[in-house]
């Protein structure tokens, strides 16, 4: 009888420490999002030219970001995916994600300013996601 509740007790922790440890890790390895980022039709003319940025992050429920891609110079309608390489906070990546969209010229992240274009609303995805859509509706004035 204390045997048979020796491995129960066990198998209950390996369980435990499997779901603990093993669900950050699982989410990690899975993390993919892929779509499409546009320009909305009335701020083609707003594009910048030559040496600008395109950021895509993705922030947990929390704010905090936990992935980024820069992509420099790029052409519109782009084709993009994060994986596991883009993370750059991986502890803190949760189920649920919102995936923006900066576009600018001086390449600082977090800093708007004028002429720059963005999302206006961030897209709600999961830690896998296919055919998203992203376009960059807002310009700051």
């Known amino acids: 009888m204390l045997r048979k509740l020796f491995i129960w007790s066990l198998l209950l ?9 093993g669900y950050p890790a ?11 980022v546009s320009v909305s039709g009335g701020l083609t ?12 992050v993705a922030r947990n429920d929390s704010g905090v ?15 993009f995916e994060m994986t596991a390489a ?3 906070m991986p ?11 900066m576009l ?3 390449g600082q ?18 830690v896998i996601s296919k055919g998203l859509t992203l376009t960059l509706d807002t310009a700051v004035k």
């Open 86 to 88: 883009n993370l750059i």
């Open 109 to 126: 992240l977090g800093a708007v300013r004028r002429g720059d274009l963005k999302n206006e609303q961030p897209v709600r995805v999961t």
């Open 26 to 36: 699982a989410l990690k390895y899975f993390f993919r999002a892929s779509g499409t």
């Open 13 to 21: 922790l390996a369980a435990f420490a499997a779901w603990r440890f």
């Open 65 to 79: 970001p936990v992935a980024v891609k820069k992509i420099i110079n790029p052409a519109f309608p782009l084709k």
């Open 45 to 56: 003319a707003a594009l910048p030219g030559a040496n600008s940025m395109l950021f895509l």
């Open 104 to 106: 600018n010229t001086h």
């Open 91 to 101: 502890d803190l990546l949760t189920r649920r994600l919102y995936l923006e969209a």
